[in-house]
Structures are given as structure tokens and as C-alpha cells.
């Protein structure tokens, strides 16, 4: 990346139907003192804590979220955070545990994100996005 770009949007592959309003909030939201911003649903399954395929309890969703892609950081940011923590499962992880440990100044913000930026993770995800890309084209065209 060319050093002189002020932001970076890091976006999973794995989510290509992603609107474009996505995108134009996350870094809207990039204001004075956001070292990220990524697009967000709240979770709307019930979660339960397992051990095998034995129930242990049910999680409170209260203040849960699912995060999307696009993320986005800036450039002296995510420079600063990337390969430090191999366990991290995004670079929002990243920040996150820099802001804890006091080695960067700021807060993650997330805005609403959208259904339509589904993650494609097993084969049965692909076919729903494709019914959905299809749809898509149909109202559009």
C-alpha cells in the first residue's frame, strides 16, 4: 500500500455481497479519535455455551454484535497492531487489545452493517447468497 493513504479498509472476501452503504458508513464513521470502525449486526440467534453436545447455559445476547467487513483503521493504526497477536481472529482484535493494555488513545465504533453482507463459511452459504445475488438482480433489473 502506498504510505501516504490516511485510512485502510480491510474487507473478508468471504462476505462479497456487501453493500455499498456499508461501506460509505464504515468510514464515514473514521472521526478525531477512532482507531477503527466496522459494520455490525446484533446477534439474533440464541447462543448456548456447549461442552460437546452437552448444553452448560445460555448466553445473554444483550450488547452482542456481529461484526462485518469492510473494517476500517488508520494507516499508523493497523501498521502498529498488525503481527503482534497470531490468536487475534480479526484486526478489530488487534485494536481491541492494544487500546486495553494503554498502547494506543481512542475507541472502536461500529455502524449497522447488513444482512446481505453474509459470510460465506460452509458450501450451504454460498447457495443462499447466490439466491440472494439472483433476487438482487431480478428487483434491479
Given at each position: 500500500?502506498?504510505?501516504?493513504?490516511?485510512l485502510?479498509?480491510?474487507?473478508?472476501?468471504a462476505?462479497p455481497?456487501?453493500?455499498?452503504?456499508?461501506?460509505?458508513?464504515?468510514?464515514?464513521?473514521m472521526?478525531?479519535?477512532?482507531?477503527?470502525?466496522?459494520?455490525?449486526?446484533?446477534?439474533?440467534?440464541?447462543?448456548?455455551?456447549?461442552?460437546?453436545?452437552?448444553?452448560?447455559?445460555?448466553?445473554?445476547?444483550?450488547?452482542?454484535?456481529?461484526?462485518?467487513?469492510?473494517?476500517?483503521?488508520?494507516?499508523?493504526?493497523?501498521?502498529?497492531?498488525?503481527?503482534?497477536?497470531?490468536?487475534?481472529?480479526?484486526?478489530?482484535?488487534?485494536?481491541?487489545?492494544?487500546?486495553?493494555?494503554?498502547?494506543?488513545?481512542?475507541?472502536?465504533?461500529?455502524?449497522?452493517?447488513?444482512?446481505?453482507?453474509?459470510?460465506?463459511?460452509?458450501?450451504?452459504?454460498?447457495?443462499?447468497?447466490?439466491?440472494?445475488?439472483?433476487?438482487?438482480?431480478?428487483?434491479?433489473?
Amino acid at each position: 500500500l502506498a504510505a501516504d493513504l490516511p485510512l485502510v479498509a480491510l474487507h473478508d472476501a468471504a462476505r462479497p455481497l456487501v453493500p455499498v452503504e456499508v461501506v460509505r458508513r464504515v468510514v464515514a464513521a473514521m472521526g478525531d479519535g477512532v482507531l477503527a470502525a466496522a459494520p455490525a449486526l446484533p446477534v439474533a440467534d440464541t447462543l448456548k455455551r456447549v461442552d460437546g453436545d452437552r448444553v452448560l447455559g445460555t448466553v445473554d445476547r444483550d450488547g452482542l454484535v456481529g461484526v462485518q467487513t469492510p473494517q476500517v483503521f488508520p494507516r499508523e493504526v493497523l501498521d502498529a497492531v498488525l503481527g503482534t497477536d497470531a490468536s487475534a481472529t480479526d484486526e478489530l482484535a488487534l485494536v481491541e487489545r492494544h487500546l486495553a493494555a494503554g498502547r494506543v488513545d481512542g475507541r472502536i465504533v461500529i455502524v449497522p452493517g447488513s444482512p446481505f453482507a453474509a459470510k460465506v463459511t460452509y458450501p450451504e452459504d454460498l447457495a443462499l447468497l447466490d439466491l440472494v445475488a439472483r433476487a438482487s438482480a431480478e428487483v434491479a433489473g
